[in-house]
């Protein structure tokens, strides 16, 4: 489920895993609502790229 969380000084409010929550709130965020919105669209994270051994 997806928690919708709010910050001061953004504008648009983000949808964040409920796990995620603790982490977001660190950095400023205040769960709306307080309760985990019905999100049915999600967007994947992208994927990073891995660096080899030896690359720089």
């Known amino acids: 489920m997806s928690v919708r969380m709010s910050h001061d000084g953004i504008e648009q409010e ?3 895993p409920e796990i ?3 982490v ?3 950095s400023g ?3 709306v609502d307080g309760r985990p919105s019905e999100a ?3 967007t994947p ?4 790229r891995r660096r080899s051994e030896g690359e720089n």
């Open 14 to 16: 983000i949808e964040v």
């Open 20 to 22: 995620s929550v603790p």
């Open 24 to 26: 977001y709130e660190r």
């Open 29 to 31: 965020w205040k769960v």
């Open 40 to 42: 049915t669209e999600t």
């Open 45 to 48: 994270a992208a994927k990073g």
